[in-house]
T-cell receptor
Framework: DGGITQSPKYLFRKEGQNVTLSCEQN?????MYWYRQDPGQGLRLIYY???????QKGDIAEGYSVSREKKESFPLTVTSAQKNPTAFYLC????????????FGDGTRLSIL | AQRVTQPEKLLSVFKGAPVELKCNYS??????LFWYVQYSRQRLQLLLR??SRESIKGFTADLNKGETSFHLKKPFAQEEDSAMYYC???????????FGKGTKLTVNP
C-alpha cells in the first residue's frame, strides 16, 4: 500500500537526543495513528489524530510528542524522556466512518546507540 | 474498557491441516472486529473484518457475541499462510483500534 510512507526505515539515536519519525499519506484519510510494536506486546497506541490541528494521547504517550499541521503528515518525536525508545514504530491512517480499516506504513526501526 | 486476547503466541500446523487462531474480546457495546496479517518483510495489512462476512485467502471469521469471540479459521492451511496475525477491536463510532498481542502461525511442509 504505497499510500503511507514512513521514513527513515532505520534510525539510530544517541542518549539524550530527540528524534523525529516521518509519516506521510496520500489517501486523503482524516485519521492518523502512531503505534509501537514490541515482541510479544502487539501494537500499542502512542498518539492519534482525527483531524488537522488536533490529536489525542494513546495508551503509551509518555516521552512522545506529535503534530498534525497538515492532513497528509503526522510526525512523531521520540524525546529524551522516553526511557525505552528502542522499538519498531508503525504509522497508520484511516478514512472516516465505521468499519473502515487502518492502512499501515512499512515502519521505522529505532535503536539507541 | 476494550480488550482483545489472543491466547496463543505461537501456533504450528502442518500443510493441509485445519487452523484456528483464537481471539476473544471484552467490550460492552457493539464491536467492530478485524483480523490483520503481517507476512515476513511486508507491512501489516487487513485480512478481513466481521462486517464483510467474506472469505479472504480461504480464511473466515465469525463474530460470536455470546462467547465474545472472533476466531479466524481456515480448513486447509498452506505454507504461505505463515505470518503474524493480529485481532483488533474498535467500538462503534470510535476511531481507535485495540490490538491483541498477536499469534505467530507457522505452517510446516
Amino acid at each position: 500500500d504505497g499510500g503511507i510512507t514512513q521514513s527513515p526505515k532505520y534510525l539510530f539515536r544517541k542518549e539524550g537526543q530527540n528524534v523525529t519519525l516521518s509519516c506521510e499519506q496520500n489517501l486523503n484519510h482524516d485519521a492518523m495513528y502512531w503505534y509501537r510494536q514490541d515482541p510479544g506486546q502487539g501494537l500499542r497506541l502512542i498518539y492519534y489524530s482525527q483531524i488537522v490541528n488536533d490529536f489525542q494521547k494513546g495508551d503509551i504517550a509518555e516521552g512522545y510528542s506529535v503534530s498534525r499541521e497538515k492532513k497528509e503528515s503526522f510526525p512523531l518525536t521520540v524525546t529524551s524522556a522516553q526511557k525505552n525508545p528502542t522499538a519498531f514504530y508503525l504509522c497508520a491512517s484511516k478514512a472516516r466512518g465505521n468499519n473502515q480499516p487502518q492502512h499501515f506504513g512499512d515502519g521505522t526501526r529505532l535503536s539507541i546507540l | 474498557a476494550q480488550r482483545v486476547t489472543q491466547p496463543e503466541k505461537l501456533l504450528s500446523v502442518f500443510k493441509g491441516a485445519p487452523v484456528e487462531l483464537k481471539c476473544n474480546y471484552s467490550y460492552s457495546g457493539s464491536p467492530e472486529l478485524f483480523w490483520y496479517v503481517q507476512y515476513s518483510r511486508q507491512r501489516l495489512q487487513l485480512l478481513l473484518r466481521h462486517i464483510s462476512r467474506e472469505s479472504i485467502k480461504g480464511f473466515t471469521a465469525d463474530l460470536n457475541k455470546g462467547e465474545t469471540s472472533f476466531h479466524l479459521k481456515k480448513p486447509f492451511a498452506q505454507e504461505e499462510d505463515s505470518a503474524m496475525y493480529y485481532c483488533a477491536l474498535s467500538g462503534l463510532g470510535s476511531e481507535k483500534l485495540v490490538f491483541g498481542k498477536g499469534t505467530k502461525l507457522t505452517v510446516n511442509p
